[in-house]
């Protein structure tokens, strides 16, 4: 069964500050993607990055970076000079083919959650 | 601008009573969607597999009795809570994968929260 920890239920950063959110993650599948999703207080999920299991590279989005190591099962992600607008809850993600490979539809299985919260 | 689309964005129901929420794929089909549901301060929990055109499979603990999905055509699927009670209070989001691009693409609604008084 596939299963994704983030460890941190909470935390809270100065502003300018750089943090790191943790991800750890369970799978069989030699094949599977994993998410990173931002989620405001509206509720609404923003959708942050993408990885794939044949991608080990390190992505840097502006201020956001992330760090896949599949030697560890790990994926986290780092905010740099944090920000105030950066105070929500993140969500790391794992998904798994449903139906037959390459023609089937994709579910998710969500970590806890981190809520971070950017201090003034 | 969005590719899912969900309605109500956030509905207030009596109790006792049933309350539609509609999923929408705005710009492609989607032969599955899947429902999600979120407690407050929690993580998102897999409710059920929406498949157009058969029965919806539903996860372990989730009453298929009391959250009726019905996924009629390719680009919609509803979630009917019926009989509704306060502890279904809750926000409900759907996704969707576009399955013409390559990868792993899952668009999700905006979602719907539901408030049962």
């Known amino acids: 069964a596939q299963k994704v920890t983030q460890a941190q239920t909470e935390i809270s950063v100065v502003e300018k500050e750089d943090v790191t959110l943790d991800c750890v993650y369970e799978?069989?599948?030699?094949?599977?993607?994993l998410f990173w999703y931002k989620q405001p207080p509206s509720g609404e999920l923003v959708f942050l990055i993408r990885r794939n299991s044949f991608d080990e590279q390190n992505e840097i989005s502006g201020r956001y970076s992330w760090n896949f190591q599949k030697s560890t099962s790990s994926f986290n992600f780092t905010i740099t000079a944090s920000q105030v607008v950066d105070s929500a809850v993140y969500f790391c993600a794992l998904s798994e083919e449903v139906g037959y490979s390459g023609a089937g539809s994709y579910q998710l299985t969500f970590g806890k959650g981190t809520k971070l919260s950017v201090i003034p | 601008g969005a590719v899912v689309s969900q309605h109500p964005s956030r509905v207030i129901c009596k109790s006792g009573t049933s309350v539609k929420i509609e999923c929408r794929s705005l710009?492609?089909?989607?032969?599955?969607m899947f429902w999600y549901r979120q407690f407050p301060k929690k993580s998102l929990m897999l409710m059920a597999t929406?498949?157009?055109?058969?029965?919806?499979?539903?996860e372990q603990g989730v009453e298929k009795d009391k959250f009726l999905i019905n996924h009629a055509s390719l680009t919609l699927s509803t979630l009917t809570v019926t009989s509704a009670h306060p502890e279904d209070s809750s926000f409900y989001i759907c996704s969707a994968s576009d399955l013409r691009q390559s990868g792993n693409t899952i668009y999700f609604g905006e979602g719907s929260w539901l408030t049962v008084v």
């Open positions: 799978t069989r599948d030699t094949t599977y993607y």
């Open positions: 929406s498949n157009e055109g058969s029965k919806a499979t539903y």
């Open positions: 710009d492609f089909q989607a032969t599955t």
